[in-house]
């Protein structure tokens, strides 16, 4: 089964109280907690074997990385995380020294961002080792971004460097969350998403949820030097890359052309680099306008976790 397709079977079949101001379908949900406050929630699970390999990675590594992915989550809804509960299946004969120097990877970034670890399970069984993450975050006055705001002539940005993140991004990236918080109190963001599945799957989540299409362009498109090393060992382009591979974490945007001169020239991201990649406009697809000058319809292409 398709993991979006099986995601929106379930989001037209559950009901909505009244107090979700935001459910399914976007990178947190927002619950009322009161009549100024918001609550932000997401989960994320990890597998050995699908999000992280324990032969080529230390279990350290493991659980920054399951902390950062909740993080940039948060940081896509240009908010504040709080707190976060883990579950934890250990494989049978999993040593106490193991599970701690997980708790040493958990804490490394937790602590950095100020997030408190307040519960979770821990069970072991004959299965791979996995960790899931529920997150909480506050919106601190500020209105969650979603996905849904995208507006025909909105310039389409994105932070950072994109593709080959397995070639080690996908443990250490540093989540956008500084990021994330000055973009929505400074401009007029309309829509963001983070990078996890993949640049044109991601984007594609922005145009369904915005009922619009998008056009990119080609040589603008920010191409990682992991992106081209990969290309090497693949024989597909590092374009190809950039466009598809997951797990980049970073913020992927729409706003107006003029809010796009600005962020682009404010200096507010630091050495965040920030590149204009296309734009939004009328229709359902994404097309690609190729630096030779053709415009042609691309197929969105990332990580599906159900295949």
């Known amino acids: 089964m398709g993991e979006f397709s099986f995601i929106e079977w379930i989001r037209k079949r559950q009901k909505r109280r009244r107090d979700v101001v935001l459910g399914i379908g976007d990178d947190c949900a927002v619950i009322n907690v009161s ?29 920054r990385k399951a902390i950062a992915c909740s993080i940039s989550d948060i940081a896509a809804m240009g908010c504040q995380p709080t707190v976060a509960v883990i579950s934890i299946c250990f494989p049978d004969h999993t040593t106490e020294a193991f599970a701690r120097k997980l708790y040493k990877g958990i804490w490394d970034i937790a602590d950095t961002y100020h997030i408190e670890i307040v519960g979770g399970d821990i069970i072991s069984g004959r299965s791979p080792f996995c960790i899931n993450v529920t997150m909480l975050g506050r919106d601190d006055g500020l209105k969650p971004i979603r996905r849904s705001g995208a507006r ?10 994109l593709g080959g993140a397995i070639l080690g991004k996908h443990l250490s990236f540093e989540p956008r969350l500084k990021e994330g918080v000055a973009l929505n109190k400074n401009f007029s963001i309309h829509a963001m998403i983070d990078i996890s599945d993949g640049l044109t799957a991601d984007l594609n989540h922005i145009l369904e949820e915005s009922g619009v299409g998008a056009v990119l362009y080609e040589d603008q498109i920010p191409v990682s030097p992991a992106a081209v090393e990969l290309s090497v060992e693949t024989g597909h382009t590092p374009l190809y890359h950039a466009l598809s591979d997951g797990e980049d974490y970073e913020l992927l945007m729409t706003v107006s052309p003029a809010q796009a001169k600005k962020i682009v020239s404010s200096g507010l991201l630091g050495d965040v680099k920030v ?9 359902r697809s994404v097309r690609m306008k190729f630096s030779a000058g053709a415009i042609r319809r691309i197929k969105p292409h990332g990580y599906e976790h159900l295949q």
Request: proline share 0%.
């Open 35 to 63: 009549s100024d406050r918001l609550c932000l929630i997401t989960t994320d699970m990890l597998v050995d074997g699908t999000h992280f390999d324990l032969k080529k990675c230390t279990v350290q590594d493991v659980g």
């Open 152 to 161: 025909v002539g909105d310039a389409i940005l994105v932070t950072g460097m």
């Open 275 to 283: 590149s204009c990649i296309g734009e939004i406009v009328r229709g």
